[in-house]
């Protein structure tokens, strides 16, 4: 069975820093997968943040998030990271991993698999 763990959310001043990192399990063939990262903030819907292709040759951004975050991946570790620097309030949310991504640079894009999520909340 595929799994997904986040972890590394949490309570941050804006202007801080988090690092994310999302464990893959269940499955051989992660490391030939896009996978990114969504974020939903409370009342609202559910939105793309970053993805990076299988080899971590592409990676893609919101525009909300250029020059602050970045995407990679080990995938002698079958991890993904999402490093967060100059936190906002507005990034507020809880954030998850995907994997199994489609559709990646055509505004378009599929989710074959989640993770549970993790809380990052930014104060002022």
């Known amino acids: 069975q595929v799994q997904l763990v986040e972890s590394g959310g949490g309570l941050v001043q804006a202007g801080g820093s988090l690092r994310l990192s999302c464990a893959a399990s269940?499955?051989?063939?992660?490391?030939?997968?896009?996978m990114g990262w969504f974020r939903q903030a409370p009342g609202k819907e559910r939105e793309f943040v970053a993805a990076?292709?299988?080899?971590?040759?592409?990676?893609y951004y919101a525009d909300s998030v250029k020059g602050r975050f970045t995407i990679s991946r080990d995938n002698a570790k079958n991890t993904m990271y999402l490093r967060m620097n100059n936190l906002k309030p507005e990034d507020t949310a809880v954030y998850y991993c995907?994997?199994?991504?489609?559709?990646?640079?055509?505004?378009?894009?599929?989710?074959?698999?989640w993770g549970q999520g993790t809380q990052v909340t930014v104060f002022s």
């Open positions: 995907a994997a199994d991504l489609t559709g990646l640079g055509t505004g378009r894009v599929g989710v074959g698999h």
């Open positions: 269940g499955r051989p063939t992660f490391s030939r997968s896009a």
């Open positions: 990076i292709s299988w080899s971590g040759g592409n990676v």
